[in-house]
């Protein structure tokens, strides 16, 4: 049976949850640590609607794992690195400092910004070198996002090592009542016994397992802690956004015995609220949850479910282990009245198919997209500003592949034939294998060469990448 029940209303109602903060008393009974969102990254900005920040890549030591020290590459000291916390229309001005013994970049998942400020494998920064990352958040893009390193054949590797953040666009008027909100950073990575991240020898034969499946690991993290605690209280509803932040591992989460609401996806909110018992999440791939408080003084749990993804050759051992992520400890402080939820969130106006110009077929293989590994000299689309067009991308092997393009939201059209059921804003699409899905995108601005690459990170890193040159 299913206990949650959320209070939906077509008009927006004064919250009456308050906000709570997290700084309550421990509970001894409870295994981990609260919870604790990351830092934020510091505004140095004194002009409106503009925020400036400081952001270092640097090697540093930190304990990860509990009980041991590892050499991590970290932004600005932390892993997760510090959220960007931005409103639409903000002008946003990343003063950006490489001091890892390696050229990296700063992209920007997810966000519709100049090419040149994509940090995609175009745009490297060698290793002592500084560049200031310039965009303006456009209206309409309120959601969560991420940022990472994408710099050619490394992304993997610069990932496990530590570097990756949340972006968090609000909007000017949000829907949603005024809720606590939670920023769960999942990722998962893997330890030799003295703490050191496990990069084994690429020749090796885990590191052919690794390449192979995507590198995974059997520790798995929300915000860099491992099974925390998150406390909310009897009726209270709380926001979480959800992001994949691992190389390889597809995360498919869910609250035994409790649906949760879903009212958020890659690009913003979904028109509507849906009803789910888990979520799939693909590497990459953002979700915003309502989680509902349970009965006084109990407690449950955030999941990680099995999920196949593999080609049975080389599927890990425990694959189909269910883990726990976190715990959720309702309170024993007095009930409060659920929220209501309005039942509309937002508008979606469906890109119209029958202006595509093209419809492109993208043919996913094992490391090879379209018979071709990736080459930055190669334009494998080419386009131009203001065209709308139908990608058709069809996995062709037993392993699934997550596609992502860069630079431009797209909507999901249909699934093996199947019409997607709701509207939404994307930039991740798991292509399960032996699969096809259509998508359609328009690209409004920015003209460029763009990648689209699957996202496990091996896979790309190995080449599993094209360019899409939007032209003038
Ligand atoms: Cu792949």
Redesign the pocket.
């Known amino acids: 049976m299913l206990l949650t029940v959320f209070v939906l209303s077509a008009t927006l109602v004064a919250p009456s949850s308050p906000r709570e903060t997290f700084a309550a008393r421990a509970n001894p009974s409870a295994t981990g640590d609260l919870a604790s969102n990351p830092p934020l990254l510091v505004n140095i900005s004194k002009l409106p609607r503009t925020v400036e920040v400081n952001l270092t890549a640097a090697v540093t030591k930190l304990s990860l794992q509990p009980g041991v020290v590892s050499e991590v590459f970290a932004y600005n000291g932390h892993v997760p690195g510090p959220t960007l916390d931005v409103r639409e229309g903000d002008r946003v001005i990343i003063h950006f400092k490489n001091e890892l013994p390696e050229p990296t970049t700063v992209h920007w998942h997810g966000i519709h910004l100049p090419f040149e400020s994509d940090g995609s494998p175009f745009h490297p920064i060698k290793p002592g070198e500084s560049k200031d990352y310039v965009f303006t958040v456009r209206p309409g893009t309120a959601g969560t996002y991420w940022y990472h390193p994408h710099p050619d054949h490394r992304t993997g590797f610069a990932i496990g090592k530590g570097l990756f953040g949340a972006i968090v666009v609000h909007a000017a008027d949000d829907p949603l009542p005024r809720l606590t909100e939670k920023l769960l950073v999942l990722s998962d990575n893997r330890f030799l016994q003295d703490g050191t991240i496990d990069f084994p020898d690429p020749a090796s034969h885990h590191g052919g397992i690794d390449e192979e499946n995507?590198r995974e690991g059997p520790v798995l993290f929300v915000n860099g802690q491992v099974l925390p605690r998150i406390q909310i209280r009897s009726g209270e509803v709380q926001r979480w956004r959800v992001v994949n932040s691992s190389a390889g591992r597809i995360f498919r989460i869910a609250i035994p015995g409790q649906t949760m609401l879903q009212v958020g996806t890659d690009g913003g909110l979904l028109e509507k609220p849906v009803e789910v018992k888990e979520v799939l999440l693909t590497t990459g791939e953002r979700v915003e949850l309502l989680v509902r408080g349970g009965a006084r003084g109990s407690s449950t749990v955030l999941q990680n479910l099995p999920y196949d993804r593999y080609s049975p050759q080389t599927r890990p051992a425990d694959w189909n282990v269910t883990r726990d992520l976190l715990t959720l400890e309702t309170t024993n402080l007095p009930p409060v009245t659920p929220p209501v939820i309005p039942a509309t969130l937002t508008k979606i106006v469906p890109l119209d198919t029958t202006k595509a110009t093209a419809v492109r077929t993208i043919i996913f293989g094992q490391g090879i997209i379209n018979g071709h590994t990736m080459d930055m000299a190669r334009v494998d689309v080419s386009t131009h500003v203001g065209a709308t067009e139908i990608w058709e991308i069809t996995n062709i092997v037993g392993m699934d592949?997550p596609f992502h393009l860069h630079g431009f939201q797209f909507q999901v059209l249909d699934r093996d034939g199947v019409k997607e059921p709701y509207l939404a804003w994307k930039d991740m699409l798991n292509i399960p294998k032996h699969s096809t899905a259509r998508i359609i995108v328009r690209y409004d601005d920015y003209p460029g060469k763009w990648m689209f690459h699957?996202h496990?990170l091996d896979?790309e890193d190995h080449g599993?990448m094209g360019v899409l040159e939007v032209k003038p």
């Open positions: 995507g592949h699957c496990i896979h599993m």
